[in-house]
């Protein structure tokens, strides 16, 4: 056994220890069920971990996280996650959250082949797309990249509201609050980006079904 295993393995039986220290029915509580006020969509980075970034205890946050926190339609893991969190523990509010320095959008600003990731990366170089002249005219290639993190939370956020899912929701009159934040890794800080979403009215006509 590597010394990294059972390190972990000690770790958690610490953390036990340590838990129940400070509440002896701390496990049994959390065992009873979960009613988390929020949904968290973010990125796989290890550097960003979304309780410990809002101070939330377990219990208190339903997280989702993929390369470069996307939320691509078709994806059913998102959409199962989404569906669940909104119509089964009926979050309130839902928060796509990015991060400066993000590998996934770094690397779709180039043209490198990284594998099978490529397929993934396709859809944030779709975002650069759409927002190539903004993007494009930003002339230091690191405040470029910070802002194409910022613009693909944004793209996010809208592709959220855009689901069967979220605006059924709202139809259904449904408390249900959208919002786009970025993470910086250097500072712990998170930038709220100011786009929020909480009807069908925040969307474009040709987005909004007829549910």
């Given at each position: 056994?590597?010394?990294?295993?059972?390190?972990?393995?000690?770790?958690?039986?610490?953390?036990?220890?340590?838990?129940?220290?400070?509440?002896?029915?701390?496990?049994?509580?959390?065992?009873?069920?979960?009613?988390?006020?929020?949904?968290?969509?973010?990125?796989?980075?290890?550097?960003?971990?979304?309780?410990?970034?809002?101070?939330?205890?377990?219990?208190?946050?339903?997280?989702?996280?993929?390369?470069?926190?996307?939320?691509?339609?078709?994806?059913?893991?998102?959409?199962?996650?989404l569906d669940?969190?909104?119509?089964?523990?009926k979050?309130?509010?839902?928060?796509?959250?990015?991060?400066?320095?993000?590998?996934?959008?770094?690397?779709?600003?180039?043209n490198?082949?990284?594998?099978?990731?490529?397929?993934?990366?396709?859809?944030?170089?779709?975002?650069?797309?759409?927002?190539?002249?903004?993007?494009?005219?930003?002339?230091?290639?690191?405040?470029?990249?910070?802002?194409?993190?910022?613009?693909n939370?944004?793209?996010?956020?809208s592709?959220?509201?855009?689901?069967?899912?979220?605006q059924?929701?709202?139809?259904?009159?449904?408390?249900?609050?959208?919002?786009?934040?970025?993470?910086?890794?250097?500072?712990?800080?998170?930038?709220?980006?100011?786009?929020?979403?909480?009807?069908?009215?925040?969307?474009?006509?040709?987005?909004?079904?007829?549910?």
């Amino acid at each position: 056994m590597s010394e990294f295993y059972k390190k972990i393995l000690d770790n958690n039986k610490k953390w036990v220890e340590n838990q129940l220290k400070t509440d002896a029915n701390y496990f049994k509580d959390l065992s009873e069920g979960q009613s988390p006020p929020l949904l968290w969509i973010g990125c796989s980075d290890s550097r960003v971990p979304a309780n410990e970034i809002i101070g939330a205890k377990p219990g208190e946050v339903f997280v989702h996280r993929n390369i470069a926190n996307m939320v691509i339609h078709s994806d059913m893991n998102m959409l199962s996650v989404l569906d669940y969190a909104v119509n089964v523990l009926k979050v309130k509010h839902v928060l796509v959250c990015g991060h400066y320095g993000c590998g996934g959008v770094k690397t779709a600003m180039g043209n490198a082949s990284v594998g099978i990731i490529d397929n993934w990366i396709r859809h944030i170089k779709d975002v650069y797309r759409h927002h190539k002249g903004e993007l494009d005219a930003i002339v230091d290639e690191n405040e470029r990249f910070n802002r194409f993190v910022e613009v693909n939370v944004i793209e996010q956020v809208s592709d959220l509201a855009k689901t069967s899912i979220v605006q059924n929701a709202w139809k259904n009159g449904q408390e249900l609050y959208l919002h786009g934040w970025v993470y910086g890794l250097n500072s712990g800080i998170v930038t709220d980006l100011g786009v929020n979403y909480s009807s069908n009215d925040d969307l474009d006509d040709v987005y909004q079904l007829n549910i």
